[in-house]
């Protein structure tokens, strides 16, 4: 059974960047995907990125270049590096793996 536990969310102005990590207790399978989730007051979630075995990343339509979603297997560890944020990336961020979530990191994009 696998825990997940996200940090870096923080308030920041528009522009701004964060980086979010991901770390989850015990080792990755051979086959493997993690992703990243958003979800503000109101809407659905939404996947953010996906990174997998063979080093895939998939991103949202919404991303744009904006964020770099990586990982390293030894440290069982998953960084989503968000860059020129907007105020519309206001969300609560949560990663996921299998069956498993986090329990969510608050981003706050505000002047």
């Known amino acids: 059974q696998s825990q997940l536990v996200e940090s870096g969310g923080d308030l920041v102005q528009p522009g701004g960047s964060l980086r979010l990590s991901c770390a989850v207790s015990?080792?990755?399978?051979?086959?493997?995907?993690v992703c990243w989730y958003r979800q503000a007051p109101g809407k659905q979630r939404e996947l953010v990125a996906l990174?997998?075995?063979?080093?895939?990343?998939v991103y949202g339509d919404f991303v744009k270049g904006r964020f770099t979603i990586s990982g390293d297997t030894t440290e069982s560890v998953v960084y989503l590096q968000m860059v020129d944020l907007k105020p519309e990336d206001s969300a609560v961020y949560s990663c996921?793996?299998?069956?498993?979530w986090g329990q969510g990191t608050q981003v706050t994009v505000s002047s």
């Open positions: 996921n793996y299998q069956e498993f």
């Open positions: 990174w997998g075995s063979g080093n895939i990343a």
């Open positions: 015990g080792s990755f399978s051979s086959i493997y995907a």
